[in-house]
């Protein structure tokens, strides 16, 4: 069996505002496995065009890397942390990575979206109703989310903080 300080996976490190290719940089210069996906758009100004390449995912970077490389990684500067579940490193499947990868390949029009999408099933973790489950009915902003609750055969609309709420997944 192996020790869990040397076992690989993906994990999600959030970085600076606008420091991912610095990161990137940085991380492999260092010997880390990194993956920066990036978007190449014609930017349009008044007085000219140009071709920029930007981060599919804002201020987020992928590493292949165990948990002495993880606590290693943490230490370069355009790094802020690592994404974490209730405490837990965030791992990303193998599958998802290359998902991207192969997504990126073929297509040229990409839009990434914070939005939660209707209908999708999620748990009150915060306030009154936590511990609920819930359907998504619409994203009204940035900070807030709209839920239908089902419960003593009445549907109750709620409008929460979205840092409320978290996604269900589906088994």
Do not use: H
């Not at 606008?18 to 996906?37: D, H, I, N």
């Not at 065009?49 to 990684?73: G, M």
């Not at 791992?91 to 839009?111: H, R």
């Amino acid at each position: 069996m192996r020790n869990n300080l040397t076992v690989r996976n993906w994990l999600v490190f959030y970085t600076k505002p606008r420091s991912e290719f610095k990161a990137e940089s940085k991380m492999k210069a260092a010997g880390f496995e990194v993956y920066l996906p990036t978007i190449t758009e014609i930017k349009k100004w008044s007085d000219r065009k140009k071709k920029i390449t930007e981060p599919l995912f804002k201020s987020y970077i992928f590493a292949f890397c165990s948990e002495i490389e993880r606590l290693n990684i943490l230490k370069i500067e355009e790094i802020v942390t690592t994404v974490n579940i209730r405490g837990v490193p965030s791992k990303v499947p193998v599958q998802q990575i290359d998902a991207i990868k192969k997504l990126l390949e073929v297509s040229t029009t990409i839009q990434v979206s914070d939005e939660i999408l209707k209908d999708t099933p999620v748990r009150i973790i915060d306030g009154p109703f936590a511990g609920i489950e819930a359907i998504v009915e619409n994203q009204n902003s940035q900070t807030k989310i709209s839920v239908v609750i089902e419960t003593l055969n009445r549907t109750v609309t709620a409008i929460l903080p979205i840092k409320s709420v978290e996604i269900l997944k589906v088994v």
